[in-house]
Antibody, heavy 117, light 108 residues
């Protein structure tokens, strides 16, 4: 079955950096686009970034453009999110999600990122 | 950017029908998807492409989409349906994924 396991979350100071990883299994990772979606405490879902199956195109929410970079290593079945210049408002649970047409059909369990001094 | 508007909360008695709306400019021209999220859990897809159900989702969950409003309908509501529900579209003009603000369904 499809499994998406995020890692790399933690506490970081404002202005700091963090790299999230998402290990995928149970499907042909190299054939599917992937998203990162986040959820601040007590808030709704916010899409963060998307990468096509082969990494050829990447798209970002305005709130993270220029600070976050999505990437993937299809040889390792792993998705990444490099987060730089972190702000308090980036505090959230970050979900890795598998793309299917224009929706998400599978989600990971999420990893918590806390930006605080 | 494209905006999706949901009511913050909907309440319904067990056994009744709940309707959760999602408003957007000419949303009927887009494919709308719905997710259920229970506390402390990841979201789960319950309806995709306006009205299709993934395998394992009860027939009680259905969707429709026309004009400026999409609707998720939950028939014969059960206590286990209590959750937050989010609508979502892909805004092809900007290549953005857009989520509605979410609706908390309370089963009385």
């Amino acid at each position: 079955q499809v499994q998406l396991v995020e890692s790399g979350g933690g506490v970081v100071q404002p202005g700091g950096s963090l790299r999230l990883s998402c290990a995928a299994s149970g499907f042909t990772f190299s054939s599917y686009g992937m998203h990162w979606v986040r959820q601040a405490p007590g808030k709704g879902l916010e899409w963060v970034a998307f990468i096509r199956y082969d990494g050829s195109n990447k798209y970002y929410a305005d709130s993270v453009k220029g600070r976050f970079t999505i990437s993937r290593d299809n040889s390792k079945n792993t998705l990444y999110l490099q987060m730089n210049s972190l702000r308090a408002e980036d505090t959230a649970v970050y979900y890795c999600a598998k793309y299917a047409s224009s929706y998400v059909d599978y989600w990971g369990q999420g990893t918590l990122v806390t930006v605080s001094s | 950017s494209y905006v999706l508007t949901q009511p913050p909360s909907v309440s319904v008695a067990p056994g009744k029908t709940a309707r959760i709306t999602c408003g957007g400019n000419n949303i009927g021209s887009k494919s709308v998807h719905w997710y259920q999220q229970k506390p402390g859990q990841a979201p789960v897809l319950v309806v995709y492409d306006d009205s299709d159900r993934p395998s394992g989702i009860p027939e009680r969950f259905s969707g429709s989409n026309s004009g400026n409003t999409a609707t998720l309908t939950i028939s014969r509501v059960e206590a286990g349906d209590e959750a937050d529900y989010y609508c979502q579209v892909w805004d092809s003009s900007s290549d953005y994924v857009v989520f509605g603000g979410g609706t908390k369904l309370t089963v009385l």
